[in-house]
Nanobody, 124 residues
Framework: QVQVVESGGGLVQAGGSLRLSCAAS????????MGWFRQAPGKEREFVAA????????HYADSVKGRFTISRDNPKNTVYLQMNSLQPEDTAVYYC?????????????????WGQGTQVTVSS
């Protein structure tokens, strides 16, 4: 069992930045690929970014490439999502998820453990 807890969400103006954190506990964090997904009101949950369990491979949705950066700090059992140049369309609840020993997947079904989410609101 892995528990993941997101933090760092909030209200920011368009063009601003936020850094989300996801703290994991339970099993060995370094054995898990980590992913970020988001869900806007009235829309389906969508992939944002993922990082492999080794940290060597990252994947991004086209909509966030060049603006968002995923990283992990294994000694701290934490994965981060640095979000720059935020736009109103980035407004959503952001979820962190864990997937055992993968390269990081864009598919929600690959992930075994999910957090409760953190709200990000970008005002225009």
């Amino acid at each position: 069992q892995v528990q993941v807890v997101e933090s760092g969400g909030g209200l920011v103006q368009a063009g601003g930045s936020l850094r989300l954190s996801c703290a994991a506990s339970g099993r060995t964090f370094s054995n898990y690929a980590m992913g970020w997904f988001r869900q806007a009101p009235g829309k389906e949950r969508e992939f944002v970014a993922a990082i492999s369990w080794t940290g060597r491979i990252t994947h991004y949705a086209d909509s966030v490439k060049g603006r968002f950066t995923i990283s992990r700090d294994n000694p701290k059992n934490t994965v981060y999502l640095q979000m720059n140049s935020l736009q109103p369309e980035d407004t959503a609840v952001y979820y962190c998820a864990a997937d055992y020993r993968s390269s990081g997947s864009a598919s929600m079904t690959a992930y075994d453990y999910w957090g409760q989410g953190t709200q990000v609101t970008v005002s225009s």
